[in-house]
């Protein structure tokens, strides 16, 4: 749990960056990752907070569709190492 939640604060501080662009490899594909987002959601019996944890990216093409859940992602980088986060930063030139 403590990796997960390093990793997750890990991405949100890369995300917010100025100047930085992040590229996932995920599932024989590359995208953007356009935003990062957290929230909690109560579960409909029990009345338990359930914390949410997504990026906004694209399963296919170029063009954010879809919020996907940090943890698919997350397993999907660690079932081959081809699978990666790819931060790109870049730096004014004066």
Not at 40 to 66: C, N
Not at 76 to 82: A, K, Q, V
Request: with cysteine.
């Amino acid at each position: 749990v403590e990796d997960v939640e390093e990793q997750w604060c890990k991405l949100k501080g890369e995300a917010g960056k100025p100047g930085t662009v992040l590229i996932s490899h995920h599932k024989n594909h590359y995208a953007l990752i356009f935003a990062c987002r957290e929230y909690e959601i109560e579960e409909s019996e029990g009345g338990k907070r359930v914390k949410k944890r997504e990026v906004f990216t694209a399963r296919k093409g170029q063009r954010p569709t879809e919020w996907i859940e940090f943890g698919e992602l997350r397993e999907t980088y660690m079932s081959w190492e081809g699978y990666k986060l790819i931060v790109v930063a870049g730096s004014r030139i004066k």
